[in-house]
DNA sequence: TCATTAATGCGACAAGGTTGCATTAATATA
DNA sequence: TATATTAATGCAACCTTGTCGCATTAATGA
């Protein structure tokens, strides 16, 4: 990865996590950064003991997972159940070129096991009355790397 | 409903237990044909508890998600997980007029806290290289009859 | 420096689902 | 019909994921 790149991923970072205590009046703990900072920096949809593993300060369970719906709450991070039925939280992704929402699919390959956010918008026409207010739409399959 | 509309699905769920039972080898068993039979007459996605709530015969959890996997495996019922994590069962409509396969839009109602399948096939287009094998999508928020 | 209270750790708990093992009963065959 | 086979069941134990109450700690503002 080029220099810049690394360069524009800290900046994002610490910009969220500035934001978060700042805009969102969050306090500004060890915990709650390296939560976020894992997240950033995989880029991935996490579960809570894989987040866990990749962190440097331990930290406790109920913890992990209030500071993740702490995170959703403030929308600086999403949730998506799998079909395993665990709950994998992503980053909202906003410094990069397209913005990504939270209106669109998500893909776990079953050799990696890992679970990413897709680039592509979910589109259905509903049925006549029915009003969608949130949607969790996950593809299973296999991923560009494992194949 | 009309009458002609009873005894279609009648004639249907008897099939599909007959297909199930000659067919897949599987033994003609009481606890088997009432869960087919709660499943057939709701026509919903239906979770393990609900599904024992509507049975008149009693049968422990464990057998219930057994048979429920079986079908599952002969492919006469197909699983969804929805967002709270937890596995719901429906037939695999085939007597119908439209087939729905399962490749289709589940819609999960926040106020009657149904599941339903919807006739709306899930159209999408995965980025290079990854192979999409099964999908698991869930759209949420208020049903026809509850607006 | 101190007061306020958000954030944390710990334990207990509940729900959902699976598994092992003994028992029951559906089916095929004699 | 009687018997053998083994699929299906019931029960208990267990695991995993996630939440909650409560005491304690520590970030923040005054
Ligand atoms: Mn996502
Ligand atoms: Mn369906
Ligand atoms: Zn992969
Ligand atoms: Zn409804």
Redo the contacts between chains.
Sequence with gaps: MRQGCINILQVCRINIFDYFCTMMKRRNTATQEAVLAVLTSKRRAMSQDAIVKQMDVRADRATIYRILNRFCEDEIVHKI???????YFAVCIKCDEKTISNNH?H?RC?KCETIEC???I???????????????????????DC?
Tied chains: 1, 2.
């Design positions: 159940v799998a079909d395993d039925g665990k709950q699919f893909f079953t897709l680039p592509t979910v589109e259905f026409s509903a049925p006549q009355n029915y009003k969608v207010q949130q949607m969790n739409c996950v593809l299973v399959g296999v991923c560009k194949d």
